[in-house]
């Protein structure tokens, strides 16, 4: 993901995450679905490395994850960030404990943001700010920097967050998509300076990206109520969008 947008515990709903992923086209990928060597993870597929960038289980275990942004980061034999994700959502230690196990492996990646949670907790850890961080209520934004750094696209998409949840009508899922497909860049005096050229800070800095060789693929609208989850995916290809909907109440058991 490039950008993940989310709020935790506020009001009747447990977990809201409404969210994009940014990629070149050409990598391949498999939409949203549930996996045929792990039945119970809901989740598109890097059918490259065959890890994710988000996804949560019949049991409610939830994982999501961006990149940290440093051109000059080397990430020469280092593994597949995706298997960060993939492996909370296989794997059966608690949200702590496979912080404190993904902390103990920090090096072996390159910079990223993790968000992993249960129905009991919710937590978030950067390899690259080192600190395991136990997620209080409230709204969170977070692209290819920590956790909240606020960056044009995170606050404009944190306010449109927080206007969908305060809407009195209309479709909660139509309106997050709509803050998701976002498309203007920012001023440029509001540019973050991460490394890459000026061009590209421009391109990388509305909620949607889009240029000939990189952009957003697809977007995600989860939402966790006490036991009964509902997912949306749409997937973004040559000017047409595929949808898929999921639901289903979580399960006891792996």
Partial sequence: MCL?????????????????????YHRPTAPAHFWDDAPNVLGGRDLEKMGTWMGITKQGRFAALTNYRNPAESTEHKRSRGEVVSQFLTGQDSPECYMRYMQQQR?????????????????????????????PPGLYG???????????????????????????????????????????????????????????????????IQTPDYGTRSSAVLLRKKEDICFTERVHADGVVKEREFSFFVTEGN
């Fill in 4 to 24: 993940i947008l989310f709020a935790y515990k506020m009001d009747d709903i447990d977990l809201i995450v409404a969210a994009n992923r940014d990629e070149f």
């Fill in 142 to 208: 977070l692209s290819n920097h920590l956790l909240d750094t606020p960056w044009p696209k995170v606050q404009k998409g944190k306010e449109g967050l927080k206007s969908c949840l305060e809407a009195a009508e209309g479709n909660l899922f139509d309106c997050l998509f709509a803050t998701l497909q976002q498309a203007e860049q920012a001023p440029d005096e509001e540019l973050p300076s991460t490394g890459v050229s000026l061009d590209w800070e421009r391109k990388l800095s509305p909620l949607f």
């Fill in 107 to 135: 090096d072996a990646y390159p910079g990223y943001n993790l968000i992993v949670g249960d129905m009991h907790s919710l937590y978030y850890y950067s390899n690259v700010e080192n600190e395991i961080r136990l997620l």
